[in-house]
C-alpha cells in the first residue's frame, strides 16, 4: 500500500507541468500578440488619415467652387437691383445711360476677372431668357439684336478688364489707382463696344 502510494507519487512530480499564469512563457506570447494588434492599428489609422486628408482635400475644393458661384449669383443679383433705378435718356444717342454700369464696375473690382465676366454672362443669360432685369425694365432675346447689344455684351469685357488692372495692382485696395482703373480706364472699353454695336444695328457711322 505504501508502495503504491509512493509510485503515483514520483509519477506526480516527474510528469510536465502547465505553464502558470504570468510565466515568462505566456509573457513573450502576449508581446508578440499586442505587436501584431499595435501594428494593426497603425496601420488603419494611417489608411484612415490618408482617406481623410484625401476628403479635406476634395472637401476644400468642392467649397471653393461653391464660393465662387455663391458670389457670382450674388453679383448678378445686384445687377438686377441696380437695374430699378430708371435710366436716364439721351436725346442724341438711342442707348439711354444706366446705373447698372456701377454694379458692373462692382462686380470685376471685387470678384477679380474670371468671377466678374461670369457674373455678367449670369446676369445677361438671366436677360436672354426674358427676365426683365434691364432698366427700366427691359428683358427678352429682343435688346441683344437692338442699339445697346454693343453696351451689354461690353459689359463682361469691361468687368473682366476692372478685374483684371485691379487684381493686378494687388491689396491694398488704393482710391486713386482705383478710380483711374474705374472710370478712366474701363469707360473707353465700353464705350468702344457700345459704338460698334450701334453702328452695327442702327446703321451709323462716326460722323453721325
Given amino acids: ?54 476628403l479635406l482635400v476634395n472637401s476644400s475644393a468642392n467649397s471653393n467652387v461653391a464660393r465662387d458661384m455663391a458670389l457670382i449669383a450674388v ?23 444706366t446705373a447698372q454700369t456701377l454694379g458692373v464696375l462692382l462686380a470685376g473690382a471685387i470678384l477679380g476677372p474670371r468671377r466678374g465676366a461670369l457674373s ?9 431668357v426674358g427676365l426683365p432685369l434691364l432698366a427700366n425694365g427691359r ?3 429682343g435688346v441683344f439684336v437692338g442699339p445697346s447689344v454693343g453696351f451689354l455684351l461690353g459689359w463682361i469685357v469691361m468687368a473682366w478688364f476692372v478685374g483684371f488692372l485691379t487684381y493686378k495692382i494687388g491689396a491694398p485696395y488704393r482710391l486713386v489707382p482705383g478710380i483711374i482703373i474705374n472710370l478712366i480706364a ?17 446703321g451709323m457711322s462716326l460722323k453721325a
Fill in 120 to 128: 455678367m454672362v449670369l446676369f445677361l443669360s438671366l436677360v436672354a
Fill in 1 to 54: 500500500m505504501l508502495g503504491e502510494v509512493g509510485i503515483a507519487h514520483s509519477k506526480t512530480l516527474g510528469s510536465p507541468r502547465a505553464p502558470v499564469k504570468g510565466s515568462a512563457p505566456e509573457r513573450g506570447t502576449q508581446r508578440a500578440s499586442w505587436a501584431r494588434d499595435l501594428n494593426t492599428v497603425q496601420v488603419l489609422c494611417l489608411d484612415s488619415f490618408r482617406h481623410l486628408k484625401g
Fill in 139 to 141: 428683358g427678352g432675346i
Fill in 75 to 97: 453679383f448678378a443679383g445686384i445687377m438686377a437691383a441696380v437695374g430699378l433705378i430708371p435710366a436716364l435718356p439721351i436725346p442724341v444717342s438711342p442707348v439711354p445711360i
Fill in 186 to 202: 474701363s469707360i473707353p472699353v465700353l464705350y468702344a463696344f457700345g459704338i460698334v454695336g450701334m453702328m452695327a444695328v442702327t
